[in-house]
């Protein structure tokens, strides 16, 4: 069994890495839809829908303009999250999402950060890098 550590991970809006990431999360959720009829002694379900949210946190980078700036509310990306890095022949995950937050925070005696969510639009699919 293979284990990583987080520093080998990395995002990219399309092929731009995004700049200064410090964590990043991705959660799949599907639907469930009941039909359970009149007689039934338990409930029976379904599978429905698919859909997934990310979120990105990251050191805010004004100049990173095609990765963090890329990431603008409303706007379509496509996200690609690689948990175990980018490197040839390590799994990826990719789909096409909305940008539906960006959060920037800083205090007298931190650094600024800058977090991102997003909804995804249509399925997450698993690759390998090449």
Same mark, same amino acid.
Request: aromatic letters at 6%; charged letters at 15%.
């Given at each position: 069994?293979?284990?990583?550590?987080?520093?080998?991970?990395?995002? #990219?809006?399309?092929?731009?890495?995004? %700049?200064? &990431? !410090? *964590?990043? $999360?991705?959660? +799949?959720?599907?639907?469930?839809?009941?039909?359970?009829?009149?007689?039934?002694?338990? !409930?029976?379900?379904? %599978?429905?829908? #698919?859909?997934?949210? %990310? *979120? &990105?946190? @990251?050191?805010?980078? +004004? &100049?990173?303009? =095609?990765?963090?700036?890329?990431?603008?509310?409303? $706007?379509?990306?496509?996200?690609?999250?690689?948990?175990?890095? %980018? *490197?040839?022949?390590?799994?990826?995950? /990719?789909? $096409?999402?909305?940008? =539906?937050? !960006? =959060? &920037? =925070?800083? $205090?007298?005696?931190?650094?600024?950060?800058? *977090?991102? /969510? @997003?909804?995804?639009?249509?399925?997450? /699919?698993?690759?390998?890098?090449?």
């Amino acid at each position: 069994m293979a284990t990583h550590t987080g520093v080998e991970g990395t995002v #990219k809006v399309g092929s731009v890495a995004i %700049a200064e &990431i !410090r *964590s990043f $999360s991705v959660e +799949e959720t599907g639907d469930v839809i009941d039909d359970s009829t009149m007689g039934d002694t338990a !409930r029976t379900y379904l %599978a429905g829908l #698919k859909t997934y949210t %990310a *979120s &990105i946190d @990251c050191l805010w980078d +004004e &100049i990173n303009t =095609t990765g963090q700036g890329a990431m603008t509310v409303g $706007s379509t990306i496509t996200l690609n999250l690689y948990p175990e890095g %980018a *490197s040839t022949g390590d799994v990826y995950y /990719t789909g $096409s999402a909305i940008v =539906t937050g !960006r =959060t &920037i =925070t800083a $205090s007298y005696d931190g650094l600024v950060e800058l *977090s991102i /969510t @997003c909804q995804g639009s249509g399925a997450l /699919t698993q690759s390998t890098a090449v």
